[in-house]
T-cell receptor, first 112, second 113 residues
């Protein structure tokens, strides 16, 4: 059974700092990995999707990497802003599976 | 292009009642999946539909059911509500089950009293 872990559960950084969020998964037989952002009381916003054959994806100030062999992904946020404050969720789609397995998320606070 | 639309956004029910939640996927998307989000358990997969067929179901009791219509819209139903069913129910759509990226709606917040 796939398990996804995100550490730390919460992170507070000053504005302008670069930061890294971590995600680990137990079964390396994955189809893809997706990073989401969730604001309080809201749905999930897709940030980046990495296919199993890819090593990284970039969108603006965000960069996500994938190391299948070690079961790890990182989300790098450059020059953080207060508007980046949210919960960031990592989700893995297993090979041959129709569902996403989510981590519990990292709650990010960017202090002005 | 409109996103995933879920209705109602908020609802309050009492124990023993039943509830139906609706999801309209992004135009052209034929795969719809449902997830339950609670503070304790996080996001858990409920079920997934494609071409009006349930293709996969998570580990939830039979009180949780769903269906998909020919226009790809989906509904989920929870019967005999329990306090523990209080949660944010999220719907996601994708063009097909094997297309990578999922797009989520804003969710339906269910409170059971």
């Amino acid at each position: 059974k796939q398990e996804v872990t995100q550490i730390p559960a919460a992170l507070s950084v000053p504005e302008g700092e670069n930061l890294v969020l971590n995600c680990s998964f137990t079964d390396s037989a994955i189809y893809n990995l997706q990073w989401f952002r969730q604001d309080p009381g809201k749905g999930l916003t897709s940030l980046l999707l990495i296919q199993s054959s890819q090593r990284e994806q970039t969108s603006g100030r965000l960069n996500a990497s994938l190391d299948k062999s070690s079961g790890r992904s990182t989300l790098y946020i450059a020059a953080s802003q207060p508007g980046d404050s949210a919960t960031y969720l990592c989700a893995v789609k297993g090979a041959g599976s129709y569902q996403l397995t989510f981590g519990k998320g990292t709650k990010l606070s960017v202090i002005p | 292009k409109a996103g995933v639309t879920q209705t109602p956004r908020y609802l309050i029910k009492t124990r023993g009642q039943q509830v139906t939640l609706s999801c309209s996927p992004i135009s052209g998307h034929r795969s719809v999946s449902w997830y339950q989000q609670t503070p304790g358990q996080g996001l858990q997969f409920l079920f997934e539909y494609f071409s009006e067929t349930q293709r996969n179901k998570g580990n939830f009791p039979g009180r949780f059911s769903g269906r998909q219509f020919s226009n790809s819209r989906s509904e989920m139903n929870v019967s005999t509500l329990e306090l523990g069913d209080s949660a944010l129910y999220l719907c996601a759509s994708s063009p097909t089950p094997n297309t990578g990226e999922l797009f989520f709606g804003e969710g339906s917040r269910l409170t059971v009293l």
